[in-house]
């Protein structure tokens, strides 16, 4: 194997560690939406309140998911492969 080869390799796989992070901001999407639901359900009085805290919950977990994406694209197109 070529060494920009095995470069490459190491930046696609980088890359894919870097958007593991994505699996916890969707699990956590997941379970705040669940927990809203849930709430809403249980006191619909409450539903203004709840929705607007799920909301922001849900930006936080997304930025999270964004920042895994940002650092992967970084790997892949902002780091130059070295010519031997």
Same mark, same amino acid.
């Given at each position: 194997?070529?060494?920009?080869? @095995?470069? &490459?390799?190491?930046?696609?796989? *980088? #890359?894919?560690? !870097? +958007?593991?992070?994505?699996?916890? /901001?969707? @699990?956590? &999407?997941?379970?705040?939406?669940? *927990? #809203?639901?849930? !709430? +809403?359900?249980?006191?619909?009085? /409450?539903?203004?309140?709840?929705?607007?805290?799920?909301?922001?919950?849900?930006?936080?977990?997304?930025?999270?998911?964004?920042?895994?994406?940002?650092?992967?694209?970084?790997?892949?197109?902002?780091?130059?492969?070295?010519?031997?």
């Amino acid at each position: 194997m070529e060494i920009s080869a @095995a470069y &490459i390799l190491g930046k696609l796989i *980088g #890359a894919g560690l !870097a +958007m593991i992070g994505a699996i916890g /901001a969707g @699990a956590g &999407i997941g379970i705040v939406a669940s *927990g #809203a639901v849930q !709430a +809403m359900g249980r006191n619909p009085d /409450a539903t203004g309140t709840v929705q607007t805290n799920m909301i922001l919950g849900i930006a936080f977990a997304e930025a999270v998911a964004i920042y895994c994406l940002v650092v992967a694209l970084l790997i892949l197109f902002a780091i130059p492969v070295p010519v031997v």
